[in-house]
């Protein structure tokens, strides 16, 4: 993380909560879903959202979405990367 991302990290809703609850070992859909309502009201849900897309972060709930979920915002349905030629 830059300096500018150390300073909204800060400042987030998650701040002081377990990391097990964001990055759990056994992830479910209660767990899924707990992290998610603690996001909901970030004041910065948009600066770590951004984050974890632009860093692709593997794990966790970052900005109130999955890795499954990032991913689909990086590459949408029917992206195949770069054509063969």
């Known amino acids: 993380m830059t300096v500018r991302e150390i300073g909204w990290a800060g ?3 998650c701040r002081g909560s377990d990391p097990e609850l ?3 070992v056994a992830p479910s859909l209660d ?3 707990r992290a998610k309502a603690v996001c909901a ?3 910065v849900l ?3 959202r951004a ?3 632009r860093a692709a972060e593997p794990e966790g709930i970052w900005g ?3 890795v499954r979920e990032r ?3 990086r590459f949408p349905a029917g992206w195949r990367g770069r054509a063969a030629g």
Do not use: D, H, K
Request: glycine share 16%; hydrophobic share 35%; net charge negative.
């Open 51 to 53: 984050y974890a897309v």
């Open 71 to 73: 991913r689909g915002l």
């Open 31 to 33: 767990q899924e879903a």
């Open 64 to 66: 109130g979405l999955t």
């Open 46 to 48: 948009e600066e770590c």
């Open 22 to 24: 964001f990055f759990p």
């Open 41 to 43: 009201g970030c004041p």
């Open 11 to 13: 400042r987030g809703a």
